[in-house]
């Protein structure tokens, strides 16, 4: 037995966990890197909403093309192959466009082409990534709760605490060096998988009578890819929990990107609400990981002492509130209280529902029916953004603002009415 096993409260999870948590961590040094400096260098190209807009959109359109079909394969393929190809492409791409902005050709269009490549990758890289959590920290409920808790600090420290300010300095340099470093860092993830962990990690496949019936090949057969499409997309559909849980997520993504193409906007750059320079913004964003950092930390402790989906509820009603800051105080302070309240009440959310799924699901359907949920719910994105995008090309960014926060409270209710702790409690397994 390793110590892996032999500790369920959680607290060593193993070297394999490790070399997956260092991976997921430089991909995501390199996510907020990019993600911080595409918008920047966007807004030095145009000052279109709608332009902005359909940028946002193009990083989460391949969610919603390619998410139900990627997961299906995520539980075919060997899922540590599926990110070590994905993120070796990502790598690539990176690197061609930092070579096309070191010769100044860089337009809004190229960043466009980056960010829907970018996002075809991390469909792939996310979902194995995800379902990789309960093969390397097992399925106890503590064990995946801190399994969760520290890839949200890793991903907080990384994606949103050290990308952003090392972004606003990539920028001010050049585009070249603002897209080329995250290549770098892309890669060297690529390296750490590629020798720290070792094996193959494919699910353990079992088709069912229905799946086989007809053919010679026994319990062996496998289903077909539309099989396994139709049976993720109506195992999420009839869950009494998922459903509800997917539908206001989407309804609550739909309307924060529709916020974040938005935002920038409105606090960056001469004429905006806000006046900030870009240094200050990517500054100003480290706020949200600080946030959350604090929320992963207390995360597992809460959720001992309270029930998880009065938290979760509680979590998003937090961030529902705070939304209106910037529009009231289009300040730095402003800005802070918003990212850090943010952060801390998100992380403490997210380490709910990411906690969930795995123990509601079998491992062999994890891939597919996670591909079908984020298909809907990262599919509401670039519809989200592109009408966050118009609305502000016709009516003004506080007309969006205002909007969001309201489907934020009205997502969060329908939760709060439709998902009972004793529901979920009911439908886990006995431990």
Same mark, same amino acid.
Request: glycine share 12%.
């Given at each position: ?152 600090? %890793? =991903?907080?420290? +990384?994606?949103?605490?050290?990308? @952003?300010?090392?972004?606003?300095? !990539?920028? #001010? &340099? /050049? *585009? ?53 499409? %139709? =049976?993720?997309? +109506?195992?999420?559909?009839?869950? @009494?929990?998922?459903?509800?849980? !997917?539908? #206001? &997520? /989407? *309804? ?53 002492? %309270? ?125």
């Amino acid at each position: 037995m390793t110590r892996t096993d032999a500790d369920p409260a959680g607290r060593v999870l193993g070297r394999r966990f490790g070399v997956h948590l260092s991976a997921v961590g430089l991909a995501n040094l390199a996510d907020g890197v990019v993600q911080t400096a595409v918008p920047l260098l966007a807004i030095t190209l145009t000052r279109s909403p709608a332009l902005i807009g359909a940028l946002t959109a193009a990083v989460w359109l391949p969610w919603l093309l390619a998410g139900p079909l990627a997961g299906v394969y995520v539980d075919r393929w060997d899922r540590r192959r599926t990110m070590l190809v994905a993120l070796g492409v990502r790598a690539g791409l990176l690197a061609a466009v930092a070579a096309l902005a070191g010769a100044g050709r860089l337009s809004i269009g190229m960043l466009v082409g980056l960010a829907l490549g970018y996002g075809a990758t991390e469909v792939f890289t996310d979902l194995a990534a995800q379902a990789q959590v309960p093969n390397l920290a097992g399925r106890d409920p503590g064990r995946l709760r801190a399994a969760n808790a520290r890839l949200a600090a %890793v =991903e907080a420290l +990384t994606n949103s605490f050290a990308g @952003p300010p090392i972004a606003g300095f !990539l920028v #001010a &340099a /050049s *585009a070249a060096w603002a897209l080329g470093a995250p290549a770098a860092i892309v890669a060297v993830a690529v390296v750490t998988l590629a020798v720290g962990l070792r094996g193959r990690f494919v699910a353990a496949r079992g088709a069912t009578q229905d799946e086989i019936k007809g053919t010679a090949a026994g319990a062996d057969a496998l289903p077909t890819v539309r099989a396994e499409l %139709v =049976e993720g997309a +109506t195992t999420l559909w009839r869950h @009494p929990v998922l459903r509800p849980l !997917l539908l #206001a &997520a /989407s *309804a609550w993504n739909f309307a924060s990107t529709a916020f974040m193409a938005v935002i920038v906007l409105w606090l960056v750059g001469p004429g905006s609400a806000g006046g900030f320079r870009p240094q200050q913004f990517s500054l100003a964003l480290v706020a949200m990981p600080v946030g959350a950092l604090a929320g992963s930390v207390v995360a597992e402790t809460v959720l001992r002492r %309270v029930p998880e989906i009065p938290v979760m509820v509680a979590c998003w009603g937090i961030n529902a509130a705070v939304t209106v800051v910037p529009l009231l105080s289009p300040t730095l302070p402003g800005a802070i209280v918003w990212l850090l309240v943010a952060g801390f009440a998100g992380t403490i959310g997210n380490v709910v529902t990411t906690s969930l799924r795995p123990r509601l699901i079998p491992d062999r359907q994890l891939g597919k029916v996670s591909g079908a949920s984020r298909a809907l719910g990262y599919g509401a994105m670039p519809l989200g953004a592109l009408v966050g995008g118009q609305v502000g090309e016709w009516f003004g960014i506080p007309v969006v603002l205002v909007g969001v926060a309201v489907v934020f409270a009205l997502a969060t209710l329908a939760v709060g009415v439709r998902v009972r702790q004793s529901l979920v409690d009911a439908l886990l397994p006995a431990s």
